[in-house]
C-alpha cells in the first residue's frame, strides 16, 4: 500500500466533519523517503515531515508515486504538498519553501575505469556530456555546474539507460546523490563498484516539503508557521547529510 494516512479522525458527533486529509506526494527515494520491509513510509525527510505536519495539526497522507507523476499531481492538488523537493532558481517563484529536509550532497558519477581528471574549466568548455531528466533537478544541477545545454542528454524512464550509456562510452557522467546511489545500484540489480564519483556539484541544492502557490494559503501559513516554530524551539535536527 503506497499510502500512509495520520491523524485522519472525523469530529465528535454532533459537530461539523472536520475537513479531510490533504495529501503529500513525494516518490521512493532513500534513505529520505521510502518504503520499509513492513509496507509503512520511513526515511530521515519522512520522519521532519511527520514532526512538522504534527506541530501544524494539518491531517494529511503520503502518497509514493513515480517522481514525474507525484510531482504533476501535487501542482494540480489544492490541496497537495510535495517532499524532497530540490529547491532551484528555475522552481524558486513556484512554491512556498516549507520545511527543509535535507541537504543532498551530489556528485557526478564516471565510468569505473576513467582516470580522465574532472574540471569546472573542463565543463564549461563543453568536453564532457552528461546524462539527466528534465522532470527532475538534476539537468539544471548539471546547468548551474557549467555544462552547456548541449552537452546535456535526456534520459528515458527506468533508470537503468544512465548506467549503460556510461559503460558503453555514450556520455561521460551522470548525476547521483552520494546516499542515495547505494540505493539505487542495488535496486537495478547492479554494483556499486561499477561507476564512481568524480566531482561535487549541486552546492545549495536542499530538499523540502513545499507547496504551490496554487495550494489553499491557510494550509501554506499552518505548515509553514509549525516548521519554524520548531526550528526556533530547537525541536529539528540538523538536515541529513553525507
Known amino acids: 500500500?503506497?499510502?500512509?494516512?495520520?491523524?485522519?479522525?472525523?469530529?465528535?458527533a454532533g459537530e461539523v466533519t472536520a475537513d479531510p486529509?490533504?495529501?503529500?506526494?513525494?516518490?521512493?527515494?532513500?534513505?529520505?523517503?521510502?518504503t520499509g520491509e513492513d509496507g509503512t513510509i520511513q526515511g530521515s525527510a519522512h520522519d521532519v515531515v511527520g514532526q512538522v505536519m504534527a506541530a501544524s495539526g494539518v491531517s494529511y497522507e503520503i502518497r509514493l508515486l513515480?517522481?514525474?507523476?507525484?510531482y504533476r499531481e501535487a501542482m494540480n492538488d489544492p490541496r497537495g504538498l510535495?517532499?524532497?523537493?530540490?529547491?532551484?532558481?528555475?522552481?524558486?517563484?513556484q512554491f512556498d519553501w516549507l520545511a527543509l529536509l535535507a541537504k543532498p550532497e551530489f556528485y557526478l558519477f564516471a565510468r569505473a575505469d576513467d582516470?580522465?581528471?574532472?574540471?569546472?574549466?573542463?565543463i564549461k568548455r563543453g568536453d564532457y556530456t552528461a546524462i539527466c531528466e528534465d522532470v527532475d533537478a538534476s539537468c539544471t544541477i548539471l546547468e548551474e555546474a557549467g555544462f552547456p545545454r548541449k552537452r546535456l542528454f535526456n534520459r528515458g524512464t527506468g533508470g537503468r539507460s544512465e548506467t549503460t550509456m556510461i559503460e558503453y562510452g555514450r556520455v561521460d557522467f551522470y548525476l547521483a546523490d552520494i546516499l542515495h546511489h547505494p540505493f539505487?545500484?542495488?535496486a537495478l540489480g547492479l554494483g556499486e563498484s561499477r561507476t564512481k564519483?568524480?566531482?561535487k556539484v549541486g552546492e545549495g541544492f536542499s530538499l523540502y516539503?513545499?507547496?504551490?502557490?496554487?495550494?489553499?494559503?491557510e494550509i501554506r501559513h499552518k505548515v509553514g508557521a509549525a516548521y519554524r516554530a520548531l526550528v526556533g524551539g530547537g525541536q529539528l535536527g540538523t538536515p541529513l547529510t553525507n
Open 197 to 199: 564519483p568524480v566531482l
Open 21 to 34: 486529509p490533504i495529501t503529500i506526494y513525494t516518490e521512493e527515494f532513500p534513505p529520505y523517503n521510502y
Open 115 to 122: 582516470n580522465r581528471q574532472v574540471s569546472i574549466a573542463a
Open 66 to 70: 513515480p517522481w514525474a507523476r507525484a
Open 184 to 186: 539505487r545500484m542495488k
Open 82 to 93: 510535495i517532499f524532497s523537493l530540490a529547491r532551484s532558481k528555475v522552481r524558486e517563484d
Open 209 to 217: 516539503l513545499a507547496a504551490g502557490k496554487h495550494v489553499d494559503a
Open 1 to 12: 500500500m503506497l499510502a500512509f494516512v495520520l491523524d485522519c479522525s472525523a469530529s465528535a
